[in-house]
């Protein structure tokens, strides 16, 4: 989550330069604990500097269609229509249309970051029976959690072995880090069946 003091640092570290900024926005609905999405359309600034991209599937939890749009200013768009049209070209009409109209009724979306809210502190509450310690998550589908006070070993080999041990699938947090840094944090999904995410907490109370 970036804050009001992040952006107040992008916005100095921008100015006066021809950075462009490419903002990932697609969980601007799924924010929790009462906190603000800090958009990149919420400052002209920025704005004019940006591409920002959303996703309907994060939005109304049909991933697998892979439909979302881009927001820029209508000289970087012109560009970024170029690139679009070779790019992607597999988006089928019926669900364009059918989000468009799904679109008009504001209380889908508005609703998501209190369903998946609600999921997340369900599943906080269940890892807090296993030796896994919580690094807090405000937003998206995932929670990490390290696991420094049960092992020594790497994030992908503790990964591989919770599969092979319980049945229970992780990322490693190192997947995300060009360096590969592996600060012995996991990355679990909470956005699953409520059966799921207690069968994944009881066998994960065993791993030592």
Known sequence: ML???????????????NILIMSDEVYEHLIFDGRQHQSMLRYPDLYERSFVSFSFGKVYNCTGWKLGY????PA?????????QFNCFS????????????????????????????????????????PFEEVPSFGSYFEMYSYANISHESDTNMAMRLVKECGVATIPASAFY???????????CFAKKETTLEAAAERLKKIS
Do not use: N
């Open 3 to 17: 804050s009001e003091t992040d952006i107040a640092q992008l916005r100095s570290t921008v100015a006066g330069t």
């Open 70 to 73: 881009c927001i820029a200013p």
């Open 76 to 84: 970087f768009t012109k560009e970024f229509r170029k690139v679009h």
């Open 91 to 130: 988006c089928h009409s019926p669900a364009q249309v059918a989000l468009a109209q799904y679109l008009q009724p504001e209380e889908p979306y508005l609703r998501l970051s209190g369903q998946l809210q609600a999921k997340r502190d369900y599943f906080r509450q269940l890892m807090q029976a296993t």
């Open 178 to 188: 060009v360096d590969g840094d592996d600060h012995k944090v996991l990355r679990f």
